[in-house]
Structures are given as C-alpha cells and as structure tokens.
C-alpha cells in the first residue's frame, strides 16, 4: 500500500514538470513571434563599412591635432624708421663742459677734452645739444649733454631720437657759491707762493712734463705738491693757468 503511495506521488511529479516545460515553450514561442511587433527583441550589430571606418579615423586623428596644436611663430618684420639709437662722436674743441642737461643753463657735470670719443644717444628738440655717455668705465665722465658743434659725429645727428633733460638734470648739485676774494693783480705769469683766492695749483708731470692744473676738490689736488724750482706755479683763475700752457687734470 505505501508502495503504491509512492508510485502515484512521483507520477504526479513528472507530469507536474512536463507540463510546466510544455507551457513554457508555447509561451516562449508565442513571444518571438509578438516580441518583433511589439518593438521587442535583440540589438542589431550596424557594421561600419570601409569608407565611415576611414572618416572615423581622420576625424580622430583632426581633433588630437587640434588638441595639441603647437603655437604659430609671428615674425615680427621691423618697419622702416628715421631714428637710429646710438652713434659715435668726437669732441673737436679744446675745453667742452658737459652739463646736466640740454642747455646753458643746467649744472656743469664735467669736462671733456679735443680728441675724447663718446657714445651720443639723444638730440635736443632745437637741435643744437647732444646727449652723450661713456664708452667705457673708466671715461673720467658720465651721461651728459654737450653742445653738438664742438663734436665731429659718425652719422647724421638729426636721426637721433630726440631725448629729454629728465631725472638726471636734478641728480647733481649746484655747487655752492665761493664769496668773492679780491686777488688783486692775480698771477698772470703764476706766483711761486699761494695768494688769497690764488690756489689753483699749476703742476709739471715727472713722467712726460706735461702741465697740468688742479682745482680746490678735485680728487688729485690734496696729494699735489708745488716746487717752483722745477717751474710749478700757482695761479688764481683757470684762464691764467691756460694762457701759460697747463691744462686741466681728468681727475
């Protein structure tokens, strides 16, 4: 009897499952044939053909181009002009004073000498001055304004650009003024002794013999020494000291 049990429940079991199998494929059936109409189903796979897959890669490869695309050099064409920034000159006078600035009126900064060469830089906007500075350090002289007439220039002057007197016509002072001492006769053929107002030392180089005069607060003046037996003289102005053949020391 429980044998039997047995057989019908394992009966029922399969039939259970066969039917199941049998409904699943009606269903599965039915449903790839509504599916399609219904908007339903597998992706279709779009193969690019040979031209898109080479309108890809050039599009690809334009846009890694623009990515990294290097800077363009401009080439910047120099446009034609009537300056020039520096010329040479040569003072062609004895004595030429360098002031501060383009004018007779600015402080005297220095004197320059016949033969002594400069770097010019600058014109004044009449013309008639000429901004110079050295050419090397040791040129005893810095940046300064010259009449143009005593210099011989390499070049035409009027394609100078024209300069201002600027800062540098404030950055010396104006020396102060020495009271009037009454010297008298003077020295006009130099004195062998110091007189009031005459200290103006009239020197003779042991190298070359050369005259040479100092002025009061000149750098070599305090270690000038004068000895009338080898012909050094004192003189009281620069004009006494010149129409005797000494000329001024460049320091």
């Given at each position: 009897?429980?044998?039997?049990?047995?057989?019908?429940?394992?009966?029922?079991?399969?039939?259970?499952?066969l039917v199941?199998?049998?409904?699943?494929?009606?269903?599965?059936?039915?449903?790839t044939?509504?599916?399609?109409?219904?908007?339903?189903?597998?992706?279709?796979?779009t193969?690019?053909?040979?031209?898109?897959?080479l309108?890809?890669?050039?599009l690809?490869?334009t846009?890694?181009?623009?990515?990294?695309?290097?800077p363009?050099?401009?080439?910047a064409?120099?446009?034609?002009?009537?300056?020039?920034?520096?010329?040479?000159a040569?003072?062609?006078?004895p004595i030429?004073?360098?002031?501060s600035g383009?004018g007779g009126?600015y402080?005297?900064?220095?004197?320059?000498?016949?033969?002594d060469?400069?770097?010019?830089?600058?014109r004044s906007?009449d013309?008639?001055?000429?901004r110079?500075?050295?050419?090397s350090m040791?040129?005893?002289?810095?940046?300064?304004?010259?009449t143009l007439?005593?210099l011989?220039?390499?070049g035409?002057?009027?394609?100078?650009?024209?300069q201002?007197a600027?800062?540098?016509?404030?950055?010396?002072?104006?020396p102060t003024p020495?009271?009037?001492?009454?010297?008298?006769?003077g020295?006009?053929?130099?004195?062998t002794?110091?007189?009031p107002?005459c200290?103006?030392?009239?020197?003779?180089?042991?190298a070359?013999?050369?005259?040479?005069?100092?002025l009061?607060?000149?750098?070599?003046?305090?270690?000038?020494?004068?000895?009338?037996?080898?012909g050094?003289?004192?003189?009281c102005?620069?004009?006494e000291?010149?129409?005797n053949?000494?000329?001024?020391?460049?320091?």
């Amino acid at each position: 009897m429980e044998r039997d049990r047995r057989t019908i429940v394992s009966l029922v079991i399969v039939g259970g499952i066969l039917v199941f199998l049998v409904v699943a494929c009606i269903v599965f059936y039915g449903w790839t044939l509504i599916a399609p109409r219904l908007g339903f189903g597998p992706p279709t796979a779009t193969v690019l053909s040979p031209p898109n897959i080479l309108n890809v890669y050039t599009l690809a490869m334009t846009e890694t181009a623009r990515a990294y695309r290097m800077p363009t050099a401009t080439l910047a064409v120099p446009s034609a002009t009537t300056t020039v920034e520096v010329l040479t000159a040569c003072v062609n006078v004895p004595i030429l004073k360098v002031r501060s600035g383009p004018g007779g009126g600015y402080t005297i900064t220095g004197e320059i000498f016949a033969g002594d060469c400069f770097l010019v830089d600058g014109r004044s906007t009449d013309n008639t001055w000429i901004r110079i500075r050295p050419v090397s350090m040791d040129a005893g002289v810095g940046q300064g304004w010259v009449t143009l007439a005593s210099l011989s220039i390499e070049g035409e002057p009027l394609r100078l650009p024209v300069q201002e007197a600027g800062l540098e016509a404030e950055l010396y002072r104006t020396p102060t003024p020495v009271p009037t001492i009454d010297i008298g006769e003077g020295c006009p053929q130099g004195c062998t002794q110091p007189r009031p107002g005459c200290e103006i030392k009239g020197n003779i180089s042991s190298a070359d013999g050369e005259k040479i005069y100092h002025l009061p607060g000149w750098e070599m003046y305090a270690d000038i020494g004068i000895d009338p037996e080898q012909g050094e003289r004192w003189f009281c102005t620069e004009e006494e000291a010149v129409a005797n053949g000494w000329r001024p020391s460049r320091r």
